[in-house]
């Protein structure tokens, strides 16, 4: 298996009646996009957009070549380790890890951790994988 060539990762919960304040409280953290559903937001790109439902996410950098095991426990490693708060969120609202796989050829691979996946699961966590196959113009 070759080596991912980058990689994206963030963390995210969604929920119509979501108030993205309550969990910047409880995880002690600011979030990437905290916005009520309604309101507008802009992209990493800048767009503006109006929320069709509550979300609250925090990014990790990209990694070139791809290390997502890394960038999730970066992640969870910068927020409260209150498990019932988070247990409380993922039950509330669709709590989930986003991870991108950006691949450069037709086969790549990532590893995570038995760690990792034990701090996913006791946090309450889906695990979302986007898999994004080469473009083609090599």
């Known amino acids: 298996m070759g080596t991912l ?12 009646d979501l108030n993205p304040e309550e ?3 409880a ?15 802009r992209t990493a790109k800048g767009a503006e957009k109006i929320a069709r439902r509550g979300s609250w996410r925090i990014r990790a950098e ?4 791809g290390d997502l095991d890394t960038q999730i426990n970066e992640l969870l490693d910068r927020m409260s380790n209150d498990f019932q708060a988070w247990r409380q969120f993922s039950e509330r609202y669709r709590g989930r890890i986003f991870c991108g796989l ?3 050829s037709g086969n790549e691979g990532v590893t995570l951790r038995s760690k ?5 699961a ?8 986007d898999i994004y196959a080469p473009d083609g113009e090599e």
Do not use: C, K, N
């Open 5 to 16: 060539h980058q990689s994206a990762a963030s963390i995210g919960f969604y929920g119509d």
């Open 23 to 25: 969990l910047t409280e």
């Open 27 to 41: 995880f002690a953290i600011e979030p990437s996009v905290g916005v009520r559903a309604g309101e507008p937001w």
């Open 62 to 65: 990209r990694r070139e070549p």
């Open 102 to 104: 950006f691949m450069a």
């Open 116 to 120: 990792t996946l034990g701090r996913l």
């Open 122 to 129: 006791e946090r309450g966590l889906l695990i979302d994988f």
